[in-house]
């Protein structure tokens, strides 16, 4: 592959890491105490113009 491509996907990868963290972030903010609890969270990526789908599953603790 080449070095464009690996630095563009490096490029988008990250955006999604960092905007995603913000997201998650935010969203237990506003929920308040979330002590003790465990959510389920799932990340699909697709790509149009290519057949993909990739769903990665795990699970985030909640803060209180």
């Given amino acids: 592959m080449s070095d464009d491509f690996n630095m563009s996907m490096?490029?988008?990868l990250k955006q999604v890491g960092?905007?995603?963290?913000?997201?998650i972030e935010d969203a237990?903010?506003?929920?308040?105490?979330?002590?003790g609890k465990t959510f389920?969270?799932?990340?699909?990526?697709?790509?149009?113009g290519l057949d993909l789908?990739?769903?990665v599953?795990?699970?985030i603790e909640g803060q209180g």
């Avoid at 960092?18 to 997201?23: D, I, L, M, N, P």
């Fill in 57 to 59: 599953t795990g699970k």
């Fill in 18 to 23: 960092v905007t995603s963290q913000q997201a």
């Fill in 10 to 12: 490096r490029k988008f």
């Fill in 40 to 48: 389920e969270a799932k990340m699909i990526l697709t790509i149009d």
């Fill in 28 to 35: 237990m903010r506003n929920a308040g105490d979330t002590g």
């Fill in 53 to 55: 789908e990739h769903t």
